[in-house]
């Protein structure tokens, strides 16, 4: 792609950590709607500032799709006819299909529909990778390149991207809704809340680097934890109530159920 730079409709959080993961400079173009949150762009990571979203399909070959999905339509109504078959289109939009992005951005760009989630703002995050039928490996390897420096990446069928939004792309919600009912609990045990939040954050942080980078098996990670007769089998006995694991499955399920109304 003889064109460098990468441009981004839209500049919230999941365009900020993919503008973080570049490096920012003046590779980068954004059209953001908000002009107090493009300066703070311009600011941050020397993003240059379009004055419309034509001008980011002018400067850029590659434009990541990163508005709200009520607002994806007005976008693609907007730069149709300025796009060509050099274009790439990524997009993070949540619910909307390579089918939807066909018929909204035509005939032309190569098409990429991307899952990420928020923990792309500490090169940590999750993306799933869908190209449009016919997209050149290049391409894919491309768009691979750019997510992978804010974490890793997987290249998935879409049929899977319902899940996908529900497991990973809403995930960091529930983890961290996880570690602050056990701050909470820490905190109602007599401990001071701040002392309470970093033994929560630690914990879940060194326990989910840990098991990332051995690929130890789960349950035989949570049984070594386990001494017969000790403090952790005696609150698994809590935990491992059934009614727990439901209830997991049943916010993943609402979440994905949520992904398919998005279509």
């Known amino acids: ?21 570049i490096g920012g400079g003046s590779g980068v173009v954004v059209a953001e709607r908000v002009p107090e949150r493009a300066a703070e762009l311009r600011r941050r990571y020397g993003a240059t500032v379009a004055k419309d979203l034509r001008e980011v399909v002018r400067a850029a070959k590659i434009v990541f799709l990163a508005v709200r999905p009520q607002d994806a339509e007005g976008v693609a109504a907007e730069v149709r006819g300025a796009l060509g078959s050099s274009h790439t289109v990524v997009s993070i939009v949540a619910g909307k299909t390579l089918s939807w992005l066909r018929r909204a951005f035509g005939p032309k760009p190569a098409l990429v529909r991307v899952m990420p989630n928020l923990a792309l703002r500490a090169n940590a995050g999750m993306c799933a990778i869908c190209p449009a039928k016919g997209v050149k490996p290049s391409v894919v390897k491309k768009v691979e390149s750019i997510l992978g420096g ?60 840990f098991l990332r980078e051995s690929g130890m098996d789960l349950d035989a990670f949570i049984a070594g934890v386990c001494t017969k007769g000790g403090t952790t089998a005696a609150g698994m006995e809590k935990l491992s109530d059934p009614r727990f694991a439901k209830i997991v499955a049943d916010t993943l399920a609402a979440a994905a159920h949520r992904s398919e109304e998005l279509r």
């Not at 009912?181 to 109602?188: E, I, N, S, T, V």
């Open 1 to 21: 792609m003889s064109n460098a730079k990468i441009g981004f409709w839209g500049g919230g959080k999941m365009a900020e950590g993919i503008m973080s993961a």
């Open 150 to 209: 804010a974490g890793e990446t997987v290249v998935l069928a879409e049929r899977h991207f319902d899940a996908v939004t529900a497991l990973s792309g809403s995930g960091p919600a529930y983890f961290a809704y996880m570690q602050k009912a056990m701050a909470d609990g820490g905190a109602a045990l007599g401990l001071p809340r701040g002392v309470a939040n970093l033994l929560a954050a630690q914990t879940m942080y060194g326990t989910a680097k």
